[in-house]
T-cell receptor
Framework: GAGVSQTPSNKVTEKGKYVELRCDPI?????LYWYRQSLGQGPEFLIY????????DSGLPNDRFFAVRPEGSVSTLKIQRTERGDSAVYLC?????????????FGPGTRLTVL | DQQVKQNSPSLSVQEGRISILNCDYT??????FLWYKKYPAEGPTFLIS?????DKNEDGRFTVFLNKSAKHLSLHIVPSQPGDSAVYFC???????????FGTGTSLTVIP
């Protein structure tokens, strides 16, 4: 079946611009996660959705970052006034209730470059 | 503050030998641990997991060992195969469905 997909695969933007990154989770997965991976680091938790609601957004670095999941499926990560330090690979993962939400299926990521 | 640490950034092993990847954590509230494998330009893929009520979990060539008193886990791959060459991340969670904390990864190269 189809896995987690993320679009775009690459995004280059200028400092100060607004960007949106999209995640399509595996159908039926109620949990959805966003992570950020900088060069040489492991994925860093940003936010976790259970259904439509953000169950834990403690990883969002500041108020320039916001994420939504209005219908409990597709999610969009929004970054305002981008900074060069936002450059990273943004990973999305989804998880089914059947695994107790312990197994996460990752998408290929969106590589964001802020010039 | 890195709560999950993988102190070896890289490891090279001959094909057929055992690969041992190590991971240390600091948070005693972690009770679920996972290993992920990542190829370039792909997202991490789940490999094997272990809960804190166990000290060993085995799946084919992959075995994870957990030493709670030392806050240490390891992944053993035996026999190692060239297709195992990838970056391996360990991750830990304090409870089900919550955020996972990842290590910085170990790049494994299996030499044919």
């Amino acid at each position: 079946g189809a896995g987690v997909s993320q679009t775009p695969s690459n995004k280059v933007t200028e400092k100060g611009k607004y960007v949106e990154l999209r995640c399509d989770p595996i159908s039926g997965h109620t949990a959805l996660y966003w992570y950020r991976q900088s060069l040489g680091q492991g994925p860093e938790f940003l936010i976790y959705f259970q259904g439509t609601g953000a169950a834990d957004d403690s990883g969002l670095p500041n108020d320039r970052f916001f994420a939504v999941r209005p219908e409990g499926s597709v999610s969009t990560l929004k970054i305002q006034r981008t900074e060069r330090g936002d450059s990273a690979v943004y990973l999305c993962a989804s998880s089914p209730e059947s695994s107790g939400y312990n197994e996460q299926f990752f998408g290929p990521g969106t590589r964001l470059t802020v010039l | 503050d890195q709560q999950v640490k993988q102190n070896s950034p890289s490891l090279s092993v001959q094909e057929g030998r055992i690969s041992i990847l190590n991971c240390d954590y600091t948070n005693s509230m972690f009770d679920y641990f996972l290993w992920y494998k990542k190829y370039p330009a792909e997202g991490p893929t789940f490999l094997i997991s272990i809960s804190s009520i166990k000290d060993k979990n085995e799946d084919g060539r992959f075995t994870v060992f957990l030493n709670k008193s030392a806050k240490h886990l390891s992944l053993h791959i035996v026999p190692s195969q060239p297709g195992d060459s990838a970056v391996y991340f360990c991750a830990a969670s304090p409870n089900t469905g919550n955020q996972f904390y990842f290590g910085t990864g170990t790049s494994l190269t299996v030499i044919p």
